[in-house]
Structures are given as structure tokens and as C-alpha cells.
């Protein structure tokens, strides 16, 4: 067929035709999850981790109020500052290890769980622990960058985000 290629002799063929979008014998067909139905797993994602987020910044910070400064004062407070800056990265280290954990373990967070996809890696496999951290600081990049990172997704013949391409992922939807 025109403007097809076809893998050399020795090469598995069945990661050419995961990359082509056809069927491939040990995936049966594959469908890629498309931008919209990723938005609602990462907006489920979101809303979990916001409560536990919540939960651990109103237990971390609810001290700050203690500490007599008035708001607005213009006062500064090291202890305050290494406070914030502690829960932010306790935030971030909670995104990041519920990712990984997440796509290492099952393939899938609970939002992508939810709407009935799986990450998996080129020629269909699992995807694991270190890729999956990749994929989690990856994902970081993806929304640093105004989010353009995941608009790609939405004109990607594969429907890959940047962190997608970064880390040789597909985001299939489960059999």
C-alpha cells in the first residue's frame, strides 16, 4: 500500500502495525484513548488527589495562623516559608508516586481505571516502575508548558500527549 512502510526482516512487525494502529496479534485491535475521554480520567485524578492534598495541607498548614503574624503586615516568617515550601513538595511527591505506583502496578490510575483505559508501551506491554516514573516528571513537563503537552493528543495520529512520545507510551482503551 502507498505511503505504508513494513518491517525489515528480523524485526517485530507486530510494534510496527501498535504504531500503525492495526490490529495486532497479541493486542487483538487497538483503539487509542483520544483527548477528551484522557481529560475526564485526569480530571477524576485530579479530584482524588485534591482531597488528599486538602486533608494533608489543612493538617500542615492550619499552624501557619498561629504563629501571631497578621496577614498583610508584611512580616515574614522563615519557618512559615520552609512550611509552604515543604507541602508543596509533599504534594508533589504524592502526584508523582501515585503515578508511578499507579502505571506500574496496574497500567492505569483510577481515573484512566474509570473510564476504561490502559497505558502501555509500544509493542503493547506493561509499563514498568522506572518508565512509569518517566512518564510521571514527563507529565509535569507536558503541563508546564500551558498544557500543550496534552493538546497534542488531540491531533496525534495516536492520540499520544508529549509525555506519551517522551516515554513510548499509547493510552488504549482495556478489552
Known sequence: AAGVTYAGAGKDVS???????????SLGSVQFGGFWIRFVAKFIDGILLAIVEFGLNFLMLGSLTATGIEPGSGEVDPA?????????AINLGIRIGYMTFMIGKWGATLGKMAVGLKVVTADGGAVSYPRAL???????????????????????SEKRSLHDHICSTRVIYKR
Do not use: C, N
Open 134 to 156: 518517566g512518564r510521571a516528571f514527563a507529565e509535569i513537563l507536558s503541563g508546564l508548558i500551558l498544557l500543550i503537552g496534552y493538546i497534542i493528543a488531540a491531533f496525534d
Open 15 to 25: 510494534i510496527q502495525q501498535m504504531r500503525e494502529g492495526v490490529a495486532v496479534s
Open 80 to 88: 512559615q516559608i520552609g512550611l509552604i515550601l515543604g507541602t508543596l
